[in-house]
């Protein structure tokens, strides 16, 4: 059996990431692969449960403890959902991932890129996935934030509710990994139909396909 492969899906709030990952476990599925889809923070017991702490508006964590609280509940994800299933030979696609990190506890947070990698290291080591879609729209897009209050109805977590310099820098970030790492990490134009969308991705994994 070989072994799965693991997509992650990437970007700021209200991109569409969680309507990709369902239209793009369909469209892999429907190419006779076997389909895990899963999510950050979260996607195992253990990293449910800190994903309620460290989304609770009613918290106070500082950049450090909640990168740190990022690190563990990933280690559990990966632990006990993705490497799992990738030995079984199922493909996997995580709404979110480390590059999520590095983007809003590194660059947005002002802890360091590097800083943040090197404390995720712990728990997962080196562990990266076979390819990162990252969604984007042009900066400051009113389709992102029309979005993004369509689907929270007002009421944001306290991370996407940060201020709109917050999440122009985690836009920002998101394109400095990909600079740094151009094979993994693919940018994707997020403005068309969510089904131009998925095509997109689908032509971005032909050469991971069997």
Request: aromatic share 6%.
């Amino acid at each position: 059996m070989s072994r799965g492969r693991f997509i992650s899906l990437e970007g700021g709030e209200g991109v569409g990431k969680s309507t990709q990952m369902k239209a793009l476990a369909q469209a892999l599925r429907d190419h006779g692969l076997d389909v895990v889809t899963t999510r950050e923070p979260g996607g195992s017991t253990g990293a449910e449960h800190i994903r309620a702490l460290l989304l609770d508006n009613d918290a106070d964590w500082s950049a450090r403890t909640e990168a740190l609280l990022f690190a563990a509940a990933r280690a559990d994800h990966v632990e006990k959902t993705i490497k799992p299933a990738l030995a079984e030979g199922m493909w996997v696609i995580s709404d979110r991932f480390l590059d999520s990190s590095l983007a809003y506890q590194g660059h947005a947070g002002h802890l360091g890129i590097e800083d943040v990698r090197e404390a995720n290291r712990f728990g997962i080591g080196d562990f990266l996935p076979d390819r990162t879609f990252v969604l984007l729209f042009e900066e400051g897009s009113k389709e992102a934030l029309d979005r993004a209050n369509a689907r929270d109805k007002g009421a944001s977590d306290r991370i996407g509710g940060r201020s709109t310099n917050f999440h122009y820098d985690v836009f920002i970030a998101f394109q400095l990994i990909r600079a740094d790492e151009p094979e993994r990490v693919k940018l994707v134009d997020a403005s068309g139909t969510p089904e131009d969308v998925t095509k997109i991705l689908l032509r971005g994994l032909a050469d991971l396909l069997p």
